[in-house]
């Protein structure tokens, strides 16, 4: 079976590049035919650079990285520097980058491949706010219908929020993005934290990627060793969740993961439960399912295809 074109949207943020080099690690089942920055765990240029960095750690500087919105659509832009650090991929030393940014904006290079490509043959894989999704969205909804499928991470349901009580922190950060996305009629899988919060980074799963004597395998264990302390402290977790790579897991074994073709929608105007992702599980509304909403993952299976992938860069 050919492999499936993607084009990963993302905040590098350590979880993110964990999923990308876990894309770059799939060639049989995933054609990267780019990257698109966009701010969230820290600003634009950090994103920028930190996913030319990640590109060069996997030998793989021939991924276009472009960069694209530098704040949500309405908003200040919030970051999460106490969770990622300064940096966004604080842990390990990583050298700057050497290959360039692509020139062009990364809507309009969202937009051209969707319309160039054959339609429903490219899939869209947002690791952060959907800003850029959404400005690609309402500046040429012609190519709303080309998408093959959303794979995002985002969103929380019985798992409540994770940057207020009741908000993800991507659809926190753009949610008017987030409802553009939701509402636009594209097919969507969500990795919410309900799901992500179950893939969490244990520590013989760390030693495992310490253990494979690579520099991505150090490299992915000493981003976990940084990033973890703030979930463990804020759940007094065996490990933090490794959010981002689950989409990617996705694409490669669906069978992995479990959850239900349902509603979601996003509260865009209340203070309180701004970002909230209102997942309607028990179907209790005729609102239409719009989203298929991810609540189990084979954890195991999982960081062994991670491990498995990465050993492969
Ligand atoms: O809430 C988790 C999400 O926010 C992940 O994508 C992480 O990288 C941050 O962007
Ligand atoms: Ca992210």
Redesign the pocket.
Known sequence: MAARKIIIDT?P?Q??AVAILLALGSLEEVEVLGITAVA??VPLPLTAKNARIVCELAGRPDVPVYAGCDAPLMRKLVT?EH??GKTGLDGPAMPDPVTELQPEHAVDFIIETLRQEAAGTVTLCP??PLTNIATAFQRAPDIIEKVQEIVL??GAYFEVG??TPAA???IYVDPEAADIVLKSGARIVMMP?DV?HRALTTAPRVEAFRALGTEPGRMVAEWTDFFERFDKEKYGSQGAPL??PCVIAYLIRPDLFEGRFINVEVETQSPLTLGMTVADYWRVTDRPANALFMQQIDAEAFFALLAERIARL
Do not use: W
Request: aromatic fraction near 4%; glycine fraction near 18%.
């Open positions: 905040d943020g979880d993110d969230g765990n999460a969770v990622h690791l952060g991470m985002g994770n940057i993800e922190f991507n934290l992500t959010h981002d």
